[in-house]
């Protein structure tokens, strides 16, 4: 942009930032009008923030919700093009800004994230589906993954418990998978164990076959057949929940 | 041609009970760009059953930055991709400053303002290898005003090349709002660069104010404009309903484009009714 600004410009600024902050309208032909473009836009951000982060509105009073969203619109600038995106941009800038509340909430960011990759699996570009058949061996052929996933460590358990009961007694490790059901395109949470976890990992990976996996389970038990009892357990719980759609096609 | 704005609320029943028969419908394209999934197939849906006339939200002509390349280039790759009819914007902007705002802000009415569109537009046009179609837009306030409407308009118009989408529900609103004569107004328009029509309901706040909310029935005086710009057109150019809140059943709907249809089949084929 020019570094020397015509009045029409600089009013344009000067109306954009009494947008965003509320603060210092400009003079306008109505100025009893002005005020209404800054509460449309407000509204539409807040709409679009409380329906992308329910929880986390929830947890908060109604006061600091509206901090939050205020502090963020005042002191980032949009990028996205698509509102549909802003969510994103409101959680990466609370990953860098001190979040607006007297109280800590230990799992902020975690939450955030975990709110937003509910809109981001749903919402996500389709991947590319090897083909596979439905019917196939467990302990032979290839497993094919469902790509449309992601794997979410935690350190308190935002997935299950309410978010005003978690206490430092809660802090741990845990897993939470978000994927898009292959057949009704919709997004499921599993939480997983860490063996789950580095076995679905695999699977992304590379071809896998039940063997590969063995080695997984290796570093957590000795017992030969507990380890493939638990192998073909994995399978059949992720070929329930939609983590693994099949198996690899066999050109017959 | 009478189309409607489709929308993920309405999805279902527009789909699959046959209770709505637009000739087209349209979509903000931001709303559907590198999206997969679920809407991704209604999506093929909709654009297998109707053609796509594309509206959007986020180019801002206006913008004292000039416009965002890169988002062009992805919108003219969506309108390959989608087979599109047509891609029409707004006259205004929702950018500035270096961050979207997300909503339809007035241009002043100045002369500075004239070149910067002008020049904007220009770029945008030589990027998609096509025409833009600008709607007119609803404004409550002006920044600035140093000339009327008619003639920012007209001026933007005539240097740019570019084409025009009359919003006759604009028209409407900024004629309560700002004290002129609707009919008089779109006389003043460049009728003969006009490519698409919107009409739309709004909310009457009070007496003096009227905001663009799309969220109600078209009311009478927004007829009877619409059938004063046919009359002035005196040629087919498709007609848009516009609902995006407090949406009601789709009977409803229907039976307002039917009164559309009516109006242009009244005007264009006098002889007919
Ligand atoms: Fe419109």
């Not at chain 2, 197939?41 to 654009?47: G, I, L, M, P, S």
């Amino acid at each position: 942009m020019n570094a020397i600004l015509n009045p029409t410009e600089k009013s344009q600024i000067h109306f954009g930032q009494y947008i965003r902050s509320g603060k210092n309208p400009p003079k306008t032909t109505v100025s009893d009008n002005t005020h209404h473009y800054r509460e449309l836009v407000y509204s539409v951000i807040m709409d679009t923030m409380s329906n992308a982060y329910p929880i986390l509105k929830n947890f908060l009073n109604a006061k600091e919700w509206e901090n939050a969203v205020q502090y963020f619109f005042e002191n980032h600038k949009s990028q996205t093009e698509q509102i549909w995106k802003l969510p994103f941009e409101f959680y990466e800038f609370y990953l860098e800004n001190p979040f607006p509340t007297k109280k800590i909430i230990p799992f902020l960011n975690e939450l955030m994230y975990f709110e937003w990759l509910e809109i981001e699996v749903f919402m996500m570009e389709d991947l590319e589906f090897l083909p596979f058949s439905e019917k196939g061996n467990p302990k032979t052929d290839v497993l094919i993954p469902n790509p449309e996933i992601k794997i979410l460590p935690l350190q308190y358990p935002i997935h299950n418990k309410a978010t005003k009961k978690i206490t430092e007694k809660d802090k741990g490790q845990y897993f939470v998978s978000l994927h898009r059901d292959y057949y009704d395109k919709q997004v499921k949470f599993n939480e997983l164990s860490l063996p789950f976890v580095e076995m679905l990992v695999l699977l992304n990976e590379q071809e896998t076959t039940f063997i590969d996996l063995y080695p997984i389970l290796k570093k957590y038990e000795s017992d030969s057949e507990k380890i493939s009892e638990q192998i073909l357990e994995f399978i059949r719980f992720a070929l329930e929940n939609n983590l693994i759609l099949g198996y690899k096609k066999t050109r017959n | 041609m009478v189309g409607i704005g489709y929308r993920k609320e309405f999805s279902k029943e527009f789909l699959y009970d046959h209770k709505i028969h637009p000739d087209f419908v349209e979509v903000a394209p931001e709303n559907w760009l590198g999206v997969g999934g679920y809407w991704k197939q209604e999506f093929k849906k909709v654009r297998e059953k109707y053609p796509l006339f594309l509206h959007g939200l986020s180019l801002s002509i206006g913008s004292p930055e000039g416009v965002d390349i890169d988002f062009v280039k992805k919108i003219k790759a969506f309108i390959e991709e989608t087979g599109a009819v047509l891609y029409s914007e707004h006259l205004s902007f929702s950018k500035v400053d270096n961050a979207h705002l997300y909503d339809l802000l007035p241009i002043p009415f100045t002369q500075d303002a004239i070149d910067r569109v002008v020049e904007n537009i220009l770029i945008v046009q030589d990027l998609l290898g096509r025409r833009l179609i600008l709607e007119n837009a609803s404004y409550y306030t002006l920044l600035k005003q140093e000339i009327s409407e008619p003639e920012f308009i007209n001026e933007i118009v005539r240097r740019s090349d570019c084409e025009m989408l009359l919003d006759v529900n604009n028209v409407y609103v900024n004629s309560f709002n700002h004290h002129y004569d609707a009919k008089e107004f779109i006389s003043k328009m460049p009728l003969e660069r006009v490519k698409y029509i919107h009409i739309a309901g709004h909310f009457k706040v009070n007496e003096h104010l009227i905001i663009d909310t799309h969220g109600a029935e078209i009311i009478d005086p927004v007829y009877d404009l619409l059938d004063f710009t046919l009359q002035k057109l005196q040629r087919e150019v498709p007609i848009l309903l516009e609902r995006d809140f407090n949406i009601p059943e789709l009977e409803v709907l229907e039976s307002e484009m039917t009164q559309l249809r009516n109006i242009q089949n009244k005007v264009l084929n006098p002889m007919i009714v």
